[in-house]
T-cell receptor, first 114, second 114 residues
Framework: DAGITQSPRHKVTETGTPVTLRCHQT?????MYWYRQDPGHGLRLIHY???????DKGEVSDGYSVSRSKTEDFLLTLESATSSQTSVYFC?????????????FGPGTRLTVT | KNEVEQSPQNLTAQEGEFITINCSYS?????LHWLQQHPGGGIVSLFM???GKKKHGRLIATINIQEKHSSLHITASHPRDSAVYIC????????????????FGKGTKLSVKP
Protein backbone atom coordinates (compact mmCIF):
# COMPACT_ATOMS: atom_id res chain seq x y z
CA ASP A 1 0.00 0.00 0.00
CA ALA A 2 1.68 3.20 -1.21
CA GLY A 3 -0.56 5.47 0.89
CA ILE A 4 -2.38 7.20 -1.92
CA THR A 5 -6.09 7.98 -1.88
CA GLN A 6 -8.47 9.77 -4.21
CA SER A 7 -11.73 11.54 -3.50
CA PRO A 8 -14.43 11.33 -4.52
CA ARG A 9 -14.36 7.82 -5.95
CA HIS A 10 -17.45 8.42 -8.08
CA LYS A 11 -19.07 11.62 -9.23
CA VAL A 12 -21.86 12.56 -11.59
CA THR A 13 -22.07 16.20 -12.56
CA GLU A 14 -23.73 18.38 -15.16
CA THR A 15 -22.09 20.08 -18.11
CA GLY A 16 -20.76 23.49 -17.21
CA THR A 17 -20.26 22.87 -13.49
CA PRO A 18 -16.86 23.06 -11.82
CA VAL A 19 -15.42 19.86 -10.39
CA THR A 20 -12.39 19.27 -8.17
CA LEU A 21 -10.77 15.89 -7.64
CA ARG A 22 -8.38 15.35 -4.77
CA CYS A 23 -5.33 13.14 -4.56
CA HIS A 24 -3.77 12.63 -1.14
CA GLN A 25 -0.53 10.83 -0.31
CA THR A 26 1.01 9.97 3.04
CA UNK A 27 4.49 9.15 1.67
CA UNK A 28 5.93 12.66 1.24
CA UNK A 29 6.88 11.98 -2.39
CA UNK A 30 7.92 14.88 -4.57
CA UNK A 31 6.34 13.83 -7.88
CA MET A 32 2.58 13.45 -8.35
CA TYR A 33 0.60 12.89 -11.56
CA TRP A 34 -2.95 13.03 -12.86
CA TYR A 35 -3.94 10.67 -15.68
CA ARG A 36 -7.18 9.94 -17.45
CA GLN A 37 -8.10 6.55 -18.84
CA ASP A 38 -10.43 6.18 -21.79
CA PRO A 39 -11.36 3.22 -24.01
CA GLY A 40 -9.29 3.25 -27.17
CA HIS A 41 -6.79 5.76 -25.76
CA GLY A 42 -5.45 4.10 -22.66
CA LEU A 43 -3.91 6.24 -19.96
CA ARG A 44 -2.82 9.78 -20.77
CA LEU A 45 -1.06 12.36 -18.65
CA ILE A 46 -3.07 15.49 -17.80
CA HIS A 47 -0.77 17.40 -15.45
CA TYR A 48 2.04 16.59 -13.09
CA UNK A 49 3.79 18.19 -10.15
CA UNK A 50 7.44 18.06 -9.14
CA UNK A 51 7.04 19.91 -5.86
CA UNK A 52 4.86 22.30 -3.90
CA UNK A 53 3.57 24.96 -6.29
CA UNK A 54 5.56 23.37 -9.15
CA UNK A 55 3.35 21.92 -11.84
CA ASP A 56 3.47 21.35 -15.58
CA LYS A 57 1.18 20.28 -18.39
CA GLY A 58 0.87 16.84 -19.85
CA GLU A 59 -0.47 15.52 -23.12
CA VAL A 60 -4.16 16.34 -22.53
CA SER A 61 -4.17 19.39 -20.26
CA ASP A 62 -6.77 21.54 -22.05
CA GLY A 63 -9.79 22.17 -19.83
CA TYR A 64 -7.94 21.15 -16.65
CA SER A 65 -6.00 23.01 -13.99
CA VAL A 66 -4.09 21.72 -10.99
CA SER A 67 -2.80 23.02 -7.70
CA ARG A 68 -0.38 21.73 -5.11
CA SER A 69 -0.16 23.88 -1.99
CA LYS A 70 1.02 21.02 0.25
CA THR A 71 3.27 18.05 -0.48
CA GLU A 72 0.51 15.58 0.34
CA ASP A 73 -2.31 17.00 -1.80
CA PHE A 74 -2.60 17.40 -5.57
CA LEU A 75 -5.90 18.81 -6.81
CA LEU A 76 -7.30 18.49 -10.33
CA THR A 77 -9.98 21.02 -11.32
CA LEU A 78 -12.31 20.98 -14.27
CA GLU A 79 -13.34 24.63 -14.45
CA SER A 80 -16.43 23.94 -16.57
CA ALA A 81 -17.01 20.23 -17.08
CA THR A 82 -17.84 18.92 -20.55
CA SER A 83 -19.10 15.51 -21.65
CA SER A 84 -15.70 14.80 -23.23
CA GLN A 85 -14.23 14.85 -19.73
CA THR A 86 -16.26 11.82 -18.71
CA SER A 87 -13.49 9.40 -17.82
CA VAL A 88 -11.73 7.51 -15.08
CA TYR A 89 -9.09 9.66 -13.43
CA PHE A 90 -6.05 8.18 -11.76
CA CYS A 91 -3.58 9.92 -9.54
CA UNK A 92 -0.07 8.52 -9.16
CA UNK A 93 3.03 9.19 -7.13
CA UNK A 94 6.64 8.41 -7.93
CA UNK A 95 8.61 6.84 -5.18
CA UNK A 96 11.89 5.06 -4.63
CA UNK A 97 11.70 1.28 -4.50
CA UNK A 98 15.19 0.12 -3.67
CA UNK A 99 17.48 1.94 -6.07
CA UNK A 100 14.89 2.72 -8.73
CA UNK A 101 11.70 4.74 -9.08
CA UNK A 102 8.28 3.09 -9.19
CA UNK A 103 4.92 4.68 -9.86
CA UNK A 104 2.09 3.93 -7.47
CA PHE A 105 -1.48 4.57 -8.56
CA GLY A 106 -4.49 5.65 -6.59
CA PRO A 107 -7.77 3.72 -6.83
CA GLY A 108 -9.25 6.02 -9.45
CA THR A 109 -12.22 8.40 -9.67
CA ARG A 110 -15.02 7.66 -12.11
CA LEU A 111 -16.41 10.97 -13.36
CA THR A 112 -19.55 11.21 -15.46
CA VAL A 113 -20.52 14.54 -17.01
CA THR A 114 -24.14 14.60 -18.20
CA LYS B 1 2.17 6.21 -34.93
CA ASN B 2 1.94 5.75 -31.17
CA GLU B 3 5.17 6.02 -29.27
CA VAL B 4 4.38 2.85 -27.32
CA GLU B 5 2.79 -0.07 -29.12
CA GLN B 6 1.56 -3.27 -27.53
CA SER B 7 0.58 -6.56 -29.07
CA PRO B 8 -1.68 -8.37 -29.08
CA GLN B 9 -4.61 -6.15 -28.08
CA ASN B 10 -6.60 -9.16 -26.90
CA LEU B 11 -5.41 -12.58 -25.86
CA THR B 12 -7.34 -15.63 -24.79
CA ALA B 13 -5.48 -18.57 -23.31
CA GLN B 14 -6.22 -21.86 -21.63
CA GLU B 15 -5.12 -22.35 -18.05
CA GLY B 16 -1.53 -23.54 -17.92
CA GLU B 17 -0.42 -21.96 -21.18
CA PHE B 18 2.71 -19.83 -21.54
CA ILE B 19 1.79 -16.26 -22.45
CA THR B 20 3.82 -13.51 -24.07
CA ILE B 21 2.82 -9.86 -24.41
CA ASN B 22 5.03 -7.57 -26.47
CA CYS B 23 5.79 -3.86 -26.19
CA SER B 24 7.73 -1.70 -28.65
CA TYR B 25 8.60 1.93 -28.11
CA SER B 26 10.11 4.66 -30.24
CA UNK B 27 11.34 7.14 -27.60
CA UNK B 28 14.45 7.22 -25.47
CA UNK B 29 13.63 5.86 -22.04
CA UNK B 30 15.04 5.77 -18.55
CA UNK B 31 12.86 2.75 -17.75
CA LEU B 32 9.99 0.61 -18.99
CA HIS B 33 7.10 -0.26 -16.69
CA TRP B 34 4.69 -3.17 -16.81
CA LEU B 35 1.36 -2.61 -15.06
CA GLN B 36 -1.64 -4.80 -14.33
CA GLN B 37 -5.27 -3.70 -14.11
CA HIS B 38 -8.07 -6.05 -13.11
CA PRO B 39 -11.62 -5.32 -14.34
CA GLY B 40 -13.03 -2.37 -12.43
CA GLY B 41 -9.87 -2.28 -10.40
CA GLY B 42 -6.88 -0.17 -9.74
CA ILE B 43 -3.52 -0.23 -11.43
CA VAL B 44 -0.66 -2.18 -9.93
CA SER B 45 2.98 -1.94 -10.90
CA LEU B 46 4.46 -5.33 -11.82
CA PHE B 47 7.94 -4.46 -13.04
CA MET B 48 10.20 -1.55 -13.77
CA UNK B 49 13.06 -2.37 -16.14
CA UNK B 50 16.00 -0.41 -17.43
CA UNK B 51 17.92 -3.42 -18.73
CA GLY B 52 17.96 -7.20 -18.83
CA LYS B 53 15.37 -9.33 -17.16
CA LYS B 54 13.31 -9.48 -13.97
CA LYS B 55 11.29 -12.32 -12.50
CA HIS B 56 8.58 -12.33 -9.88
CA GLY B 57 6.82 -15.60 -9.28
CA ARG B 58 5.34 -16.75 -12.60
CA LEU B 59 5.92 -13.39 -14.26
CA ILE B 60 9.05 -12.57 -16.24
CA ALA B 61 9.82 -9.27 -17.95
CA THR B 62 12.63 -8.67 -20.40
CA ILE B 63 13.87 -5.63 -22.23
CA ASN B 64 16.18 -5.13 -25.22
CA ILE B 65 17.29 -1.50 -25.17
CA GLN B 66 18.97 -1.63 -28.58
CA GLU B 67 15.82 -2.98 -30.26
CA LYS B 68 13.48 -0.84 -28.10
CA HIS B 69 11.40 -3.85 -27.23
CA SER B 70 10.12 -5.46 -24.06
CA SER B 71 8.17 -8.61 -23.35
CA LEU B 72 6.08 -9.79 -20.43
CA HIS B 73 5.81 -13.56 -20.00
CA ILE B 74 3.42 -15.47 -17.78
CA THR B 75 4.27 -19.09 -17.14
CA ALA B 76 1.61 -21.63 -16.18
CA SER B 77 -1.19 -19.10 -16.65
CA HIS B 78 -4.16 -19.13 -14.29
CA PRO B 79 -7.64 -17.59 -14.51
CA ARG B 80 -6.65 -15.10 -11.81
CA ASP B 81 -4.10 -13.70 -14.29
CA SER B 82 -7.03 -12.39 -16.37
CA ALA B 83 -6.52 -8.63 -16.50
CA VAL B 84 -5.32 -5.83 -18.73
CA TYR B 85 -1.55 -5.59 -18.95
CA ILE B 86 -0.10 -2.19 -19.79
CA CYS B 87 3.41 -1.22 -20.72
CA UNK B 88 4.56 2.33 -20.14
CA UNK B 89 7.73 4.12 -21.18
CA UNK B 90 9.39 6.53 -18.76
CA UNK B 91 10.56 8.89 -21.48
CA UNK B 92 13.76 10.86 -21.28
CA UNK B 93 13.66 14.61 -21.46
CA UNK B 94 15.99 16.47 -23.83
CA UNK B 95 18.48 16.96 -21.01
CA UNK B 96 18.66 13.19 -20.56
CA UNK B 97 16.79 13.03 -17.29
CA UNK B 98 13.34 11.78 -16.38
CA UNK B 99 10.44 13.26 -14.49
CA UNK B 100 8.49 10.05 -14.49
CA UNK B 101 6.08 11.15 -17.20
CA UNK B 102 4.88 7.84 -18.53
CA UNK B 103 3.76 7.18 -22.10
CA PHE B 104 1.38 4.24 -22.07
CA GLY B 105 0.54 1.52 -24.51
CA LYS B 106 -3.15 0.85 -24.99
CA GLY B 107 -3.01 -2.37 -23.04
CA THR B 108 -3.44 -6.08 -23.70
CA LYS B 109 -6.61 -7.67 -22.40
CA LEU B 110 -5.80 -11.19 -21.25
CA SER B 111 -8.45 -13.78 -20.53
CA VAL B 112 -7.37 -17.14 -19.14
CA LYS B 113 -10.00 -19.88 -19.36
CA PRO B 114 -10.08 -22.73 -16.84
Amino acid sequence: DAGITQSPRHKVTETGTPVTLRCHQTENHRYMYWYRQDPGHGLRLIHYSYGVKDTDKGEVSDGYSVSRSKTEDFLLTLESATSSQTSVYFCAIRGLAGSSYEQYFGPGTRLTVT
Amino acid sequence: KNEVEQSPQNLTAQEGEFITINCSYSVGISALHWLQQHPGGGIVSLFMLSSGKKKHGRLIATINIQEKHSSLHITASHPRDSAVYICAADALFNYGGSQGNLIFGKGTKLSVKP
